[in-house]
């Protein structure tokens, strides 16, 4: 049971996070950027301009219903796989 064992600060969203202009900025779909070296840096900005500072590889994004809502852009998901972060939501779109 210990592999299954996580430890790393969270970082609660809440509801309604949307996957363009909130997760990660629209222009990075719209540009096909899927290096992670370039997305990291832009991870929630829109929302928390200092969390790409605090987050750390391990961490936990807390979100609450309608996480990553929207249309299926994957910048964000590219990003916080890069850093190892995890997502505990309420629901999200099956997309």
């Known amino acids: 049971?210990?592999?299954?064992?996580?430890?790393?600060?969270?970082?609660?969203?809440?509801?309604?996070?949307?996957?363009?202009?909130?997760?990660m900025a629209f222009k990075f779909a719209i540009q096909r950027v899927t290096d992670p070296k370039q997305l990291i840096p832009h991870l929630f900005e829109?929302?928390?301009?200092?969390?790409?500072k605090r987050v750390k590889p391990g961490d936990f994004v807390i979100g609450g219903r309608d996480f990553a809502y929207g249309k299926p852009?994957?910048?964000?998901?590219?990003?916080?796989?890069?850093?190892?972060?995890?997502?505990?939501?309420?629901?999200?779109p099956a997309k």
Do not use: W
Not at 2 to 23: M, T
């Open 1 to 23: 049971m210990s592999g299954l064992k996580r430890k790393g600060y969270c970082h609660v969203f809440g509801d309604s996070v949307p996957l363009d202009e909130g997760i």
């Open 46 to 52: 829109t929302i928390d301009p200092e969390f790409a």
């Open 73 to 92: 852009h994957v910048q964000g998901f590219i990003a916080m796989n890069a850093l190892g972060v995890s997502v505990l939501c309420g629901s999200m």
